[in-house]
């Protein structure tokens, strides 16, 4: 017996998280935010894998510019 389970929704930013992969240490602008605090607090999600296209924690780094969100895939090693 077994017990059916839909597929799951598609995960925001899993295109780009799985670019990222094929594409380690090349920095990329993952958007553009409101304001530089939601910019900031989007970038530290990324980084700490609370975003799920963005696990496991630690895989990828990110950084502000002003509002822009930019990120990397490092698979865990600081290059």
Not at 6 to 18: E, H, N, W
Not at 55 to 68: E, F, L, S
Request: charged share 25%; proline share 5%; hydrophobic share 35%.
């Amino acid at each position: 017996m077994y017990e059916y389970r839909p597929t799951p929704v598609r995960i925001k930013y899993q295109d780009l998280a799985d670019h990222m992969k094929d594409n380690p240490g090349v920095w990329v602008k993952v958007r553009t935010a409101n304001t530089e605090a939601a910019a900031w607090a989007a970038a530290q999600q990324i980084k700490t894998g609370r975003r799920a296209a963005f696990r496991p924690a630690g895989d990828y780094d990110a950084y502000t510019q002003g509002c822009d969100i930019v990120a990397r895939y490092t698979g865990g090693q600081e290059s």
